[in-house]
C-alpha cells in the first residue's frame, strides 16, 4: 500500500468493517517485525480465530454454570482427561518457547488454537461417552487462554472467562451476572414446555419454543442453543453479532430454497420433454432429427447421415443404413439367426435407440430388405 498510488485504508476505514479486536488478532498473526500483508484473506483469517475462541469460551462457561461449584479436586480422572491434560502441559511450553524467541506471537496464538480445537473434541468425546467434561481442567484451560489474550491485549483486564458481551472491549460481566439466574430459569422452563410438547405431539407449542430462540432472545443478546440429551445451552453473545449470525443464517436458507426450487423446475421440464416425446406418432419420430437422417421416404425410411447413433454403430459396414440383424427382435425372415458381427462382441443398441425403431416399425423391418 501506498499513499502516493492511493491504494491504502486508514485505521479509521478498518473500524467501520471489522471491529478492534479482530485488527488486534489480525496484527498478532504476523511478526512484529514483519511486513503486514493487510487484505482480505488476513481479515478472514482473524475473524475465524476470534470466532474460534468465543465459541469456546462460551462453551467453557456454559459447562461451568451447570455443573456448579462442585469440588473436583478428589474426582478420579479418566484416561480423556489425562490425554488433554498432557497436551495442555505441552501446549503451555509451546506457548512459552514462542514468546521467547523474539516475541513470537503467530506461533503463539497457533498453539493456543490447536489447544482449544482439542479442547472442543474432549467435550464432543465426554459427550458422546454420556459424561460431564472435568470441570477443573476445563476452567483452567479458559483461565489460561483469557490470561494469554489479555497480555496480547485482544481482552481487557477486568474480564473473567472469555470476552466481554461488547465488541469494542467494554466489560459487561455485571450484566451477565444479573441476567444469568432469570435466563437459566426461562432456559428450563422452555426445556420442560419442549418434552411435554413432544410428548403430546403439539407441533404449535414447538413451533413458540423455536420462535423464543430464534426471534427473542438475540434481540437481548442471549443465544440458546438445543443439545439433545442435555440441558439447553445459554451463551451471553453481542446482540449485533447474534443479528447478523440470524441474517446470515437466513439468507442460507433463502439460497438453499431457491436452489431447490431451480432443481425441480428443471426435473419438471426434462419430464415435460419425456412425456412429449412419448406422443409424438412413429411416422414423425425421425423426421424430428434431421442432422441423423438425410432423407426419408413414404414409409420412413431414414438414412443416416452419420454412422453413429446412440452409441451404437447401426451401418454395420454394409452401407448407410439402418441393418435390422443388429436386433433380436429385427430379424429378417428366412434367417432367424442371423446376427451382424458387431452384435455378437457385445455392443448393443442403448434403450433408447431400440425403443425410437420399435417405435418406427414396419418401416424399420424393410430398410435391409431394400436397397440404398
Given at each position: 500500500?501506498s499513499?502516493?498510488?492511493?491504494?491504502?485504508?486508514?485505521?479509521?476505514?478498518?473500524?467501520?468493517?471489522y471491529?478492534?479486536?479482530?485488527?488486534?488478532?489480525?496484527?498478532?498473526l504476523?511478526?512484529?517485525?514483519?511486513?503486514?500483508?493487510?487484505?482480505?484473506?488476513?481479515?478472514?483469517?482473524?475473524?475465524?480465530?476470534?470466532?474460534?475462541?468465543n465459541?469456546?469460551?462460551?462453551?467453557?462457561?456454559?459447562?461451568?454454570?451447570?455443573?456448579?461449584?462442585?469440588?473436583?479436586?478428589?474426582?478420579?480422572?479418566?484416561?480423556?482427561?489425562?490425554?488433554?491434560?498432557?497436551?495442555f502441559?505441552?501446549?503451555?511450553?509451546?506457548?512459552?518457547?514462542?514468546?521467547?524467541?523474539?516475541?513470537?506471537?503467530?506461533?503463539?496464538?497457533?498453539?493456543?488454537?490447536?489447544l482449544?480445537?482439542?479442547?472442543?473434541?474432549?467435550?464432543?468425546?465426554?459427550?458422546?461417552?454420556?459424561?460431564?467434561?472435568?470441570?477443573?481442567?476445563?476452567?483452567?484451560?479458559?483461565?489460561?487462554?483469557?490470561n494469554?489474550?489479555?497480555?496480547?491485549?485482544v481482552?481487557?483486564?477486568?474480564?473473567?472467562?472469555?470476552?466481554?458481551?461488547?465488541?469494542?472491549?467494554?466489560?459487561?460481566?455485571g450484566?451477565?451476572?444479573?441476567?444469568?439466574?432469570f435466563?437459566?430459569?426461562?432456559?428450563?422452563?422452555?426445556?420442560?414446555?419442549?418434552?411435554?410438547?413432544?410428548?403430546?405431539k403439539?407441533?404449535?407449542?414447538?413451533?413458540?419454543?423455536?420462535?423464543?430462540?430464534?426471534?427473542?432472545?438475540?434481540?437481548?443478546?442471549?443465544?440458546?442453543?438445543?443439545?439433545?440429551?442435555?440441558?439447553?445451552?445459554?451463551?451471553?453473545?453481542?446482540?449485533?453479532?447474534?443479528?447478523r449470525?440470524?441474517?446470515?443464517e437466513?439468507?442460507?436458507?433463502?439460497?438453499?430454497?431457491?436452489?431447490?426450487?431451480?432443481?425441480?423446475?428443471?426435473?419438471?421440464?426434462?419430464?415435460?420433454?419425456?412425456?412429449?416425446?412419448?406422443?409424438?406418432?412413429?411416422?414423425?419420430?425421425?423426421?424430428?432429427?434431421?442432422?441423423?437422417?438425410?432423407?426419408?421416404?413414404?414409409?420412413?425410411k431414414?438414412?443416416f447421415?452419420?454412422?453413429?447413433?446412440?452409441?451404437?454403430?447401426?451401418?454395420?459396414g454394409?452401407?448407410?443404413?439402418?441393418?435390422?440383424?443388429?436386433?433380436?427382435?429385427?430379424?429378417?425372415?428366412?434367417?432367424?439367426?442371423?446376427?451382424?458381427?458387431?452384435?455378437k462382441?457385445g455392443?448393443?443398441?442403448?434403450?433408447?435407440?431400440?425403443?425410437?425403431?420399435?417405435?418406427?416399425?414396419?418401416?424399420?423391418?424393410r430398410m435391409?430388405?431394400?436397397?440404398?
Open positions: 500500500m499513499k502516493s498510488l492511493k491504494n491504502f485504508i486508514t485505521i479509521k476505514e478498518a473500524l467501520g468493517r471491529t478492534s479486536r479482530q485488527l488486534r488478532f489480525a496484527f498478532l504476523h511478526a512484529w517485525n514483519a511486513t503486514l500483508d493487510y487484505g482480505t484473506n488476513t481479515m478472514q483469517e482473524a475473524e475465524q480465530i476470534e470466532k474460534l475462541f465459541e469456546f469460551f462460551l462453551t467453557a462457561k456454559n459447562l461451568l454454570r451447570y455443573q456448579g461449584a462442585e469440588n473436583e479436586a478428589f474426582v478420579k480422572w479418566g484416561s480423556l482427561d489425562k490425554d488433554l491434560n498432557a497436551k502441559l505441552s501446549k503451555k511450553s509451546l506457548v512459552h518457547e514462542a514468546l521467547c524467541d523474539s516475541i513470537d506471537t503467530a506461533s503463539a496464538l497457533n498453539e493456543m488454537r490447536d482449544v480445537k482439542e479442547t472442543n473434541i474432549y467435550i464432543g468425546s465426554c459427550r458422546q461417552a454420556s459424561r460431564d467434561p472435568n470441570q477443573s481442567l476445563i476452567k483452567s484451560i479458559a483461565n489460561y487462554a483469557t494469554l489474550l489479555k497480555i496480547f491485549g481482552i481487557p483486564d477486568d474480564s473473567t472467562i472469555g470476552f466481554p458481551l461488547s465488541a469494542t472491549g467494554s466489560t459487561s460481566a450484566m451477565e451476572a444479573v441476567a444469568e439466574p435466563v437459566t430459569a426461562l432456559a428450563r422452563f422452555r426445556d420442560d414446555v419442549r418434552i411435554v410438547a413432544r410428548k403430546e403439539v407441533r404449535d407449542i414447538l413451533d413458540v419454543c423455536d420462535s423464543l430462540r430464534d426471534d427473542v432472545l438475540p434481540e437481548l443478546g442471549v443465544r440458546l442453543e438445543d443439545i439433545e440429551g442435555q440441558p439447553t445451552a445459554i451463551k451471553f453473545v453481542d446482540k449485533e453479532v447474534l443479528l449470525e440470524r441474517k446470515r437466513r439468507e442460507l436458507a433463502e439460497e438453499k430454497r431457491k436452489a431447490k426450487e431451480e432443481a425441480r423446475r428443471v426435473q419438471s421440464e426434462k419430464q415435460a420433454a419425456k412425456e412429449a416425446l412419448k406422443r409424438i406418432p412413429p411416422s414423425e419420430l425421425f423426421r424430428r432429427e434431421p442432422d441423423k437422417y438425410s432423407q426419408f421416404d413414404e414409409q420412413v431414414s438414412r447421415s452419420s454412422r453413429t447413433w446412440g452409441g451404437f454403430d447401426w451401418n454395420c454394409r452401407g448407410k443404413h439402418v441393418h435390422s440383424k443388429c436386433f433380436p427382435f429385427f430379424r429378417p425372415k428366412g434367417n432367424p439367426d442371423a446376427r451382424c458381427s458387431r452384435y462382441s455392443r448393443r443398441p442403448t434403450q433408447e435407440a431400440t425403443e425410437a425403431v420399435r417405435a418406427a416399425g414396419e418401416g424399420v423391418r435391409d430388405r431394400e436397397p440404398t
